[in-house]
């Protein structure tokens, strides 16, 4: 699995364990939902700062958001 693609299937985990719609999460870390939806697809070549956003939106670091089996 490429890093995209991980990276898609962790932010789905994280956004749904939360109980957030795309629409909801997109409006907490002021990103497009299309963006976050592509970003769960392992379209998106996600920069690091929108990462952090991310991240901060889930209330995580960056250095949780990646503590998972998907990242060894």
Do not use: H
């Amino acid at each position: 699995m490429n890093i995209k693609l991980k990276i898609g299937k962790r932010l789905k985990e994280l956004r749904t364990k939360k109980g957030l719609s795309q629409e909801k999460f997109s409006f907490i870390c002021e990103l497009d939902r299309t963006y976050i939806a592509s970003i769960e697809q392992g379209k998106r070549n996600v920069s690091i700062v929108n990462i952090e956003k991310i991240a901060k939106a889930l209330d995580l670091t960056v250095n949780e958001f990646f503590k998972s089996d998907l990242f060894n």
